[in-house]
């Protein structure tokens, strides 16, 4: 079964930087497009960065371009999301998307951005 999980969430403060991962399981990673997604209270679940199977091309939300940097690491079946100058509207619980299917997500795991 398809299985995503990620992890590197956590408290940070303003200005400071975290590394999400995305570990992949239960189908070929290399063959599909993967994604971040987050999901403010109160909020909409909103695209952050999306990065091709083999990582020739990414987009990104213009609230995080120039600060944000999604990867992916074929040979580990994984996929990352670089998070640096974070602001406090980065709080958010991230999700990991797989292109596959009817689409497959992964638990998510918080961020939050607090002095």
């Known amino acids: 079964q398809v299985q995503l999980v990620e992890s590197g969430g956590g408290l940070v403060q303003p200005g400071g930087s975290l590394r999400l991962s995305c570990g992949a399981s239960?189908?070929?990673?290399?063959?599909?497009?993967m994604g971040w997604y987050r999901q403010a209270p109160g909020k909409e679940r909103e695209l952050v960065a999306s990065?091709?199977?083999?990582?020739?091309?990414?987009n990104y939300a213009d609230s995080v371009k120039g600060r944000f940097t999604i990867s992916r690491d074929n040979a580990k079946n994984t996929v990352y999301l670089q998070m640096n100058s974070l602001k406090p509207e980065d709080t958010a619980v991230y999700y990991c998307?797989?292109?596959?299917?009817?689409?497959?997500w992964g638990q998510g795991t918080q961020v939050t951005v607090s002095a």
């Open positions: 990065i091709t199977s083999n990582g020739g091309r990414t």
């Open positions: 239960g189908f070929i990673f290399s063959i599909y497009d």
């Open positions: 998307k797989v292109w596959a299917g009817p689409g497959y």
